[in-house]
């Protein structure tokens, strides 16, 4: 009975070491990041070179993968996360309220989940994810909304036909909106026509249409870097640069050409820094991991401004982009 017992033991504590070897050895382990980007367009590709300045850093591994603004693929991404059993999802979210049930898998397998760029909705947002590094989306679109105001009253005599790429399907588009819309308030704005295209290959023929249709159009404001550039090849092309102004939001290489080109037809945009908030999203998911405490739910990056009447701006970003 006696060797019965201190055979036990032995088999006991040879389990206990065991447990403690793989805690360790979890703990040392490579932490894995399962990433989810809306689509492909220079603004995701700059955010992965931040996340991956982190994860090099870290010692992480990044699973970088574009959802294609396909909210099923997204669905088959975070499923596909959960059986690899990554340690942690940093998601930006195809939809408000699509993207809930795949997030909520996640939730379910214990892996945790941080939103970058866009989320679900609230409360649903606070319930499931950790937290939410993006811009300040309202106050960018006021920004904007602010620079298209002066121009209207200052240059046209207070009074303006408006064209407006859009993007929104997503969350963010419609605060930027909704700073859009503050800062237009007190101004005779008349949009003409408005439509949604955030990707330079379908908002092109879109922009050509619009501006066939409108040619007296003043104005042209894009809700984000493709509409953007969108808009500025439509008003190059029909040769309307001077008489056709285009306001964007959001920077990347080609957007900060067409405003350092005098010929160009975009006068100004507020960016988003797509490095800095990928950067911040792998920091936080890193954080996660170790159980550390994430800060505030939401986390702004900073939206600098570029624009034609000081080029110094749109030249410094293309020096280091």
Sequence with gaps: MRRFLKAAAIAAALVQIGAWHGTASAASAKPVIGVIELFGNPFFAEARKGMKSVGDKEGAELLIENANSDVGREAELVQTFIRRQVDVILISAQSATGSIAAIKLAKDANIP????????????????VGAFVTSDNKKIGEITGTQVANYVKTTLGGKAIALMMT???FDTCKDRRAGLNKALAGVDVKFADEQEGFQVDKA????DAMLTAHPDAQVFIGENDDGSIAAGQAVEAKGMVDKTKVFGIDINPQVARMIADPKGAIIWTTGQDPYAMGAAGVTLAL???RGQD???FYQFTPSPTYAKADTAAAKAYLDTH
């Design 287 to 289: 954080k996660a991991v």
């Design 294 to 296: 994430l800060g505030d």
């Design 113 to 128: 989940v941080v939103c970058w760029n866009t989320c679900i909705r609230s409360p649903e947002d606070k319930k499931l």
């Design 204 to 207: 092109r023929p879109i922009a």
């Design 167 to 169: 993007c929104q399907t």
